[in-house]
């Protein structure tokens, strides 16, 4: 199993110095991806502005949205061009996660109707695909971005298997994964598809003197939406010692997930070397 390393784009305070740090210490302790999480009402870095700096400060190391929030890119067009523009200057690095989202706010501020979001994000999707394939818009000499999708419902493994080259899964514990892991294989074989769809996931990491306050202190802010009981739940289930993480990467592989992506809880850079001797 690849392992990456999100970057703190949506953790409170972030500055450009510690996104660019963030990103060549990843690169350099030999992570596979780099990953960003989107939201609107939040005080977080936009995903593609996140990469891009991420970008002029690395040569391998992949760069994923995992995921950006499909339905509220009202311009599919121009965030096809935005991403081809991006993988260009990443040299093709660029993986393209969508997802529907769950905040009614985030609908709100975006003028986007919170209902139909299946709808939305298809047609997101169908534009995305018709762009990718007229050369007449964005730079394309390194290709176009892969695509992943998001999410747990049955239509998310369909979409998966319609218009992306995998599914990637955000909240769950390893036994919900290998479920819906299983399902996302299933979906792929049904629309015919050859080989095996890339499978990802997300699990969430603090390390070193502070790891469970950062932890605490940011995931219980970050999913307040979703009430204090379940937010503190999600809180306690970050691995905050390197025997939990090393023990998340081995149920997760045990689970089918063949990229997992460990989004930190602190801006602090170092906390990129802290998971990279955690992982070994």
Known sequence: ??????????????????MTDFAGRAEARGFHSLGTIDRVLYGNWE??????????????????????????????????????SLNELSGGRLTLGIGLGARGDDFEASGVEYRDTGE???????????????????????????????????????????YGHGWIAGGVPPDQYAQMAERARAAWSEAGN???????????FALGDRAEQDARDY????YAFLGEETANMIAAG????????????????????????????????????LLGEAVG
């Open 120 to 162: 939305k994000l298809e047609a997101m999707l169908d534009y995305l695909e018709k762009t990718f394939a007229d050369d007449r818009v964005g730079p394309r000499t390194s290709g176009v971005p892969k695509i992943l999708i998001g999410g747990h419902a049955d239509a998310s493994f369909e979409r998966a298997a319609r």
């Open 1 to 18: 199993m690849k392992v990456g390393i999100g970057l703190p784009n949506a953790v409170p305070g972030t500055s450009g110095a510690d």
């Open 238 to 273: 970050a691995a905050t010692d390197p025997d939990t993480v090393r023990a998340y990467l081995a149920a997760f592989e045990e689970a089918g997930c063949k990229e997992l992506i460990m989004f930190p809880c602190s801006s602090d850079p170092a906390q990129a070397d």
């Open 47 to 84: 995903p593609l502005i996140a990469l891009a700096a991420a970008a002029v400060v690395t040569e391998r190391i992949e760069l994923k949205t995992t995921v950006m929030l499909g339905p509220l890119r009202l311009n599919a067009v121009q965030t096809a061009k935005q991403a081809l």
């Open 194 to 204: 050859e080989g095996e769809p890339h499978l990802a996931g997300l699990a969430y």
């Open 219 to 222: 995931l219980t802010d970050y």
